[in-house]
């Protein structure tokens, strides 16, 4: 990145060392420069209102990411198609009640349009994106007042920052509601990305998305949208009854955002030598997609083996149980298991979505690996011994158990002893006895 902030000149810059306009740069002075701000906000007023509270403007986000969606088709839910999804995630969750020991988390059962999913989710991607919003804003605010501003523009460099400030804001929301319209187009359910977007108690399904990921896998629709509730449930049951696993996600993608920088190289480029008197060119070039670089810290690293690590065990156990369950019920799950396998590895909309949005490419090498440790303390523990390890977050596998996970599965120092698992699925310890004094029995 240069060290001229958006192609702004700083004072003492070459042979002149009188303090400098810092928009000469863009072929103006700083009162032409503040019209066009007024004026360029006013825009983004007219398009997406306030914006809200935070960084992002959330109401311009939602107002694209829906004409996105709508420009494209976006038909409403019709009875029959709402009774198909909603008879769907009830067998679902009856089916499951045989796979897993997690009860159903499912109270409402609904059917969405895309529109209706930017709506719903809408919330939870305001928490995942704003880290990121304030880094971008709080970089464009700095690029505007790191220079030594004249004396007599003082008193209008304040209002001004502020209005780079709501520009930012803008900018971010715009790609936020980008990403989130194509997102839309590509989701099955409210449980696509790992995270819990759906309100608590709603599971989802969009027809749409339904039948978009069935076409050309020769598997009735009715088999479809069953494998595909029976993955919605099973996130479900893990978000509603596993008391920390909402927060502990939320906050491990709040942590990664928070040491992303911004790379505004390209917006520098973008705004050199614009025509001021044109607010409409401001705004194309300010469109453009924002580059978002991971800090190579030891503090970033930890937060992203962290949440890879997260995603991957919730992902690796719907995997697990929902082709358990599925396999002697729907002749077609062996399709299905490998449509939703091979959604990924081409870059599904998880990993573009959170490439936009909050700069990770999720690898679905650790969700491979985490599919294959659940299958593993399946095998050797049962289900409720599998399931008992979400009763603390301290009980889940680490990555480097996912490296190794026989080595977890069987009781390495660091991974899931017996004693540890045992107490966790025996229904006589009522967890308040004294330890022994002598040695444990051995357990198989």
Same mark, same amino acid.
């Given at each position: 990145?240069?060290?001229?902030p ?31 701000? /007024? ?16 960084? +992002? ?9 829906? /004409? ?21 995630? @009830?067998?679902?969750?009856?089916w ?16 969405? =349009? ?21 880094? %971008? ?15 007599? %523009? ?58 978009a ?14 494998y ?8 479900? @049951? ?27 190289s390209g917006?520098e ?9 044109n ?6 070039? +300010? ?8 800090e ?36 077609? =799950? ?14 599904? *909309? ?9 700069? +990770?490419?999720?690898? *679905? @090498? ?25 009763? /603390?977050?301290?009980?889940? *596998? ?11 599965? /069987? ?10 698992? =045992? ?6 310890d ?6 022994d ?6 357990? =198989?």
């Amino acid at each position: 990145m240069s060290d001229t902030p958006f192609g702004f000149n700083r004072p003492g810059d070459g042979d002149d060392d009188k303090p400098q306009d810092p928009f000469n740069a863009m072929g103006g002075d700083m009162r032409q420069f503040a019209d066009m701000l /007024h004026r360029f906000a006013d825009m983004i007023g007219g398009q997406g209102g306030g914006g809200g509270e935070g960084p +992002l403007n959330w109401d311009l986000a939602k107002n694209i990411a829906r /004409h996105s969606v709508v420009e494209q088709g976006d038909p409403s839910i019709v009875d029959a198609e709402r009774r198909q999804v909603e008879e769907a995630l @009830r067998l679902a969750d009856l089916w499951l009640d045989e796979g897993t020991t997690l009860p159903a988390g499912i109270r409402t059962p609904q059917a969405w =349009s895309r529109s209706e999913w930017i709506e719903q989710t809408l919330p939870v991607w305001a928490t995942v994106c704003d880290p990121i919003a304030t880094r %971008m804003v709080e970089s464009m605010g700095g690029a505007l007042g790191s220079g030594e501003i004249p004396a007599d %523009m003082q008193a209008m460099a304040g209002p001004l920052i502020g209005m780079v400030k709501q520009m930012a804001g803008a900018m971010v929301g715009g790609q936020a509601g980008q990403a989130l319209g194509a997102l839309a187009r590509e989701v099955v359910g409210s449980a696509d990305v790992g995270l819990p977007l759906a309100p608590a108690g709603v599971g989802a399904l969009l027809p749409a998305g339904v039948d978009a990921f069935g076409e050309g896998l020769e598997v009735s629709g009715d088999e479809v949208r069953l494998y595909l509730a029976l993955r919605e449930a099973a996130h479900q @049951r893990l978000f509603a009854h596993v008391p920390w696993l909402r927060s502990h996600l939320l906050s491990a993608v709040e942590d990664y955002a928070r040491g992303i920088t911004v790379d505004l190289s390209g917006i520098e480029q973008a705004v050199q030598g614009l025509d001021l008197s044109n607010p409409e060119a401001l705004q194309e070039a +300010l469109g453009g997609e924002l580059q978002l670089q991971p800090e190579e810290t030891p503090q970033q690293k930890a937060a992203l083996a962290r949440l890879e690590t997260a995603l991957a065990l919730v992902e690796g156990w719907v995997d697990t149980v929902v082709n358990q369950v599925a396999a002697d019920r729907l002749p077609g =799950s062996v399709k299905l298991a490998e449509a939703v396998r091979r959604r990924r590895a081409t870059g599904g *909309p998880a990993e573009r979505t959170f490439a936009t949005l909050v700069g +990770l490419e999720l690898r *679905p @090498r650790r969700l491979r690996e985490a599919a294959a440790l659940w299958r593993t303390l399946t095998e050797v523990r049962g289900t409720q011994g599998r399931d008992a390890v979400w009763e /603390h977050p301290d009980l889940l *596998p680490s990555a480097d158990d996912l490296d190794d996970p026989d080595g977890y599965v /069987h009781g390495r120092d660091e991974g899931l002893s017996d004693l540890d698992l =045992s107490k966790l699925t025996d229904p006589d310890d009522k967890g308040d006895d004294k330890p022994d004094d002598g040695d444990p029995e051995p357990r =198989s």
